[in-house]
């Protein structure tokens, strides 16, 4: 087993010390996306944004999955970007365990919200007077989403938190985290996290790398309401990435039998809904609450409101 395959495995799980697979329901046209390139936290990233953006509009910080570069989520970003969002998706690359690459943080949210005060006073920029900077939501995959787990948490976890202690930016409003959980590696054991914000876990069935088992297990640990789990039939691990098996990146063993772009639209369409829900949005709060779960046969839902 090589020192990748024991990071991607052990790391997110750190934290602690039937299923249909018809075709995707009908999805609306997907709004128009523009995106442009920028820094964040000193961290090179990408900006997606609805096209012709004209209101304050809620930022997502996308915690990219360990060595998955930003440039594979491009397609997911775009489309959470079309329900209404500004998706940043950085390239955080740090030295972990000898091992020098892309691994995400808890301090990228507090980077984040410095990041949205700052472009919204930009001059030229297209997101100038056009960011909420008061609200700031959370995306994640595999590592990444064990590293939201800790934000959510606001508890310092190594290899997430390098300090004693951790406080939540205030602008943190709620996470959307796919195939993650926090099952020790050594020992097994789940911790409980005790949610400050609303908080879903998207988890593909058919992941083979971050186990279905074990994101159920995680849910149960999730402490405080509201908490959602979206189980995805047809998705693998890497079914929020442009392609399967991104280079660089562990390979998934398990077959994702929903194509690319199904298993993209249905888990950035159940992340966006359930990140409007949290800030007040009635009509997503209605699909990811009530209508949802009977209206998609690639998905089954469990919830606490």
Known sequence: MGLRHVLRLA?????????????????????????????????????????????????????????VGRAHYSSYARAVAAHGFIVVVPDHRRLLF??????????QAAEAVAWMKAEDDRNGSPLEDRVKTTR????????????????????????FCTGLTYTMPTQVKAASLFGTNNKDFLTGAF?????????????????GVALPADA?????????????????????????????????ADPETGPQTLTQAQSIEVT???????????????????YVWNTG?????????????
């Not at 000898?98 to 301090?107: C, G, H, L, M, T």
């Not at 950035?268 to 209605?286: S, V």
């Not at 779960?293 to 409101?305: E, K």
């Open 136 to 159: 700031l939501v959370l995306l994640g995959h595999s590592f990444g989403g064990a590293a939201g787990l800790s934000v959510v948490g606001e508890k310092c976890v190594f290899p």
């Open 268 to 286: 950035a369409r159940w992340a966006a809904k359930f990140l409007l829900a949290a800030m007040g949005d009635e009509a997503a709060e209605d």
């Open 191 to 207: 911790a409980d996290v005790d949610l400050q914000v609303p908080t879903q876990l998207v988890q593909g069935v058919q992941d």
């Open 98 to 107: 000898f091992d020098d690459d892309f691994y995400p943080e808890q301090k």
């Open 216 to 248: 159920e297990t995680t849910y149960t640990k999730l402490k405080n309401d509201p908490k959602q789990i979206v189980r995805v039939s047809g998705a693998n691990h890497y079914g929020i990435t442009n392609a399967q098996n991104p280079a660089g």
């Open 293 to 305: 779960d009977a209206a998609d046969p690639n998905v089954t839902v469990t919830g606490d409101n």
């Open 11 to 67: 790391l997110p799980a750190v934290l602690s010390a039937a299923f249909l697979t018809g075709v995707s329901a009908p999805a609306q046209a997907a709004a128009p996306v523009s995106s442009f390139a920028s820094t964040v936290g000193g961290d090179p990233a990408d900006v997606y944004y609805p096209a012709g953006i004209s209101e304050r509009t809620p930022v997502a910080l996308m915690l990219q999955g360990a060595q």
